[in-house]
């Protein structure tokens, strides 16, 4: 290659199918090519943040999109990855890369939006949604689909003879336009997909999730209306307007706005509300001071235990209440008496034990045996000594 037919801004050593990447004069290259290193970077950063999030989300349906949500920034760096393949020039590593991965990452975005939308249908209809697994799962079906497609169809495309005048390395560079946008019509299938699946969240009763509902249909709108537009100019458009070199911006352009797409309509939303409250959980009421109390706790101080009435009453004279150190009047010993009959223990006081004594010598008294009286002389002092020991 002659050094002096390098154009503005390149290097005399840079091969030519790197111009676009630096060539001053054909400005479009080097804005696309800053617009997509910034979308990588972009995509880089929010994917780290998302993963920053996840320890801090406490809405377990919002957990179970996460691994969703990562797969987009995933399938959305590679898209402006691939922004790269089409601002270089043709060659037969760069057009199989186009050929392949183009379609494959669309299906990958698309698939899990597709997955996002029918968990929203699923939680409006049955207040629950999938399990996160059970949506990963299904968008790796939807997405395996696309990448057999495109692998057959590449397959059967290059192995095939070549035509005239083309050597070997410049078949996968020879497909016509309407082949290349027919190979994606599984891809738009996807794109509709989402679009409809979008739809019945919008009646959901809570606000948060016809957001995400909101999120989903705008997204799926305007990517199909960046669809429509460059499928139309690929096809037809440059032909008409007699620019068919611009077959190669077309896509580029398409797809790095796609990304952004993908990126501010549906990326960056839903990270911001992944630290939302669940709206099915119960809020404490206003008047409570310490919502994080626990319901143990708020069972013991709302509804206090009833008052036992003790079956026997509280005998009061061994009750624990000290007296009074100093007395201010005089205390009957039988103060704490409370007229209640004792029918276990026997308590005598000192009344009961002069009765029960007087009791017991009378008695005596009548048991006494009557002895006649001594006729001696000093019978009569016996006798009055007899009488005094029974007085009292």
Same mark, same amino acid.
């Given at each position: ?12 050593? $840079? ?12 400005? /479009? ?12 970077? !972009?995509?880089?950063?929010? &994917?780290? @943040?998302?993963?920053? *999030?996840?320890?801090? =989300? !406490? ?28 601002? =270089? ?5 760069? *057009? ?17 939006? =597709? ?32 990448? @057999?497609?495109?692998?057959? /169809? ?20 020879? #497909?016509?336009?309407?082949?290349? =946008?027919?190979?994606? $019509? ?29 999120? @989903? ?5 305007? !990517? @199909?209306? #960046? /669809?429509?537009?460059? #499928? ?19 896509? %580029? ?5 796609? %990304?952004?797409?993908?990126? &501010? ?6 990270? *911001? ?26 069972? $013991? ?92």
């Amino acid at each position: 290659m002659n050094p002096t037919s390098a154009p503005k801004g390149c290097g005399s050593s $840079i091969s030519s199918i790197y111009y676009n990447l630096c060539d001053l004069t054909t400005v /479009w290259g080097v804005v696309v090519e800053a617009v997509a290193a910034a979308g990588v970077v !972009t995509s880089f950063v929010l &994917f780290v @943040i998302l993963m920053a *999030c996840l320890p801090y =989300v !406490t809405d377990k349906k919002r957990k179970a999109m996460v691994a969703l949500q990562a797969s987009i920034l995933i399938f959305t760096l590679g898209l402006f990855g691939l922004t790269f393949a089409f601002i =270089v020039g043709r060659h037969s590593t760069s *057009c199989a890369a186009r050929r392949f991965l183009f379609g494959v990452l669309f299906s990958g975005c698309l698939a899990c939006l =597709v997955m996002h939308g029918l968990w929203l249908a699923l939680l409006q209809r049955r207040g629950r949604g999938p399990r996160s697994w059970m949506l990963c799962l299904g968008a790796l079906g939807l997405w395996l689909v696309e990448v @057999i497609i495109n692998a057959e /169809w590449l397959i059967i495309t290059v192995v095939r003879s070549p035509p005239r005048g083309l050597i070997a390395s410049d078949i996968s560079c020879s #497909i016509a336009n309407q082949d290349f =946008v027919m190979a994606l $019509i599984y891809v738009m299938v996807l794109l509709l997909a989402v679009v409809l699946m979008a739809v019945p969240s919008l009646t959901h009763k809570h606000k948060q999730w016809r957001r995400d509902g909101s999120f @989903i249909l705008v997204t799926g709108l305007l !990517t @199909i209306a #960046i /669809w429509v537009t460059w #499928i139309v100019m690929y096809i037809h458009g440059n032909q008409v307007v007699g620019s068919p070199s611009w077959d190669d911006p077309t896509l %580029a352009v398409g797809m790095v706005s796609n %990304a952004w797409v993908f990126l &501010f309509l549906y990326t960056i939303p839903e990270i *911001c509300l992944l630290t939302q409250e669940d709206p099915d959980q119960e809020q404490p009421h206003d008047g409570d001071v310490y919502p994080a109390r626990s319901l143990v706790y708020d069972t $013991i101080i709302k509804e206090p235990e009833p008052t036992q009435q003790n079956v026997y009453m509280e005998n009061k004279a061994f009750s624990m209440d000290e007296p009074p150190t100093v007395p201010t009047k005089p205390v009957s010993p039988y103060g704490a008496y409370n007229g209640q009959l004792r029918s276990c223990v026997y308590q005598p006081t000192e009344l009961a034990l002069i009765a029960k004594g007087l009791t017991k010598m009378d008695q005596d008294t009548i048991m006494l045996r009557t002895t006649p009286p001594s006729l001696n002389p000093g019978s009569s002092s016996s006798l009055t000594r007899s009488v005094e020991s029974l007085a009292p």
